[in-house]
């Protein structure tokens, strides 16, 4: 969907892409600055799991000051986006004999994660 997107624009058609989920800007100056540095100092390893305890802190510290939410560092949980998130709890929590509410519209790859882990995806239309 997404290279179908992209064709249409490139022929000049009012098109708004929905389908990779990706940012229609550049990355912002400060991130790729502070990339390039962890690279430089050698920051380039795997993390745990859950993600850095700096990496949780600075988020609690974030969700408080923005959001007036108060979490320990032991309550978030860092991933590489929300599918893996998704696919992860479904794995986790699902088996065969369960039914999964699946809310449409959905990403087309949720059922299959349903399907993956032995439940039934039950699709509820919104």
């Not at 098109?15 to 990339?35: C, K, M, R």
């Amino acid at each position: 969907l997404t290279d179908l997107a992209r064709s249409l624009k490139e022929q000049g058609l009012p098109v708004i892409g929905l389908a990779a989920g990706e940012p229609d800007f550049d990355t912002p100056e400060a991130i790729s600055e502070a990339g390039i540095q962890a690279i430089k100092e050698g920051v380039t390893r795997y993390t745990p799991n859950s993600g850095t305890s700096e990496l949780r802190t600075a988020i609690c510290k974030k969700l408080k000051e923005d959001n007036g939410l108060e979490y320990t560092p032991e309550e978030v949980v860092v991933s590489n986006g929300a599918k893996q998130s998704i696919a992860q709890a479904v794995a986790a929590t699902c088996g065969p004999g369960d039914e999964v509410i699946v809310p449409a519209p959905f990403w087309v790859s949720y059922p299959e994660m349903v399907r993956l882990s032995g439940a039934e995806p039950v699709i509820l239309e919104c």
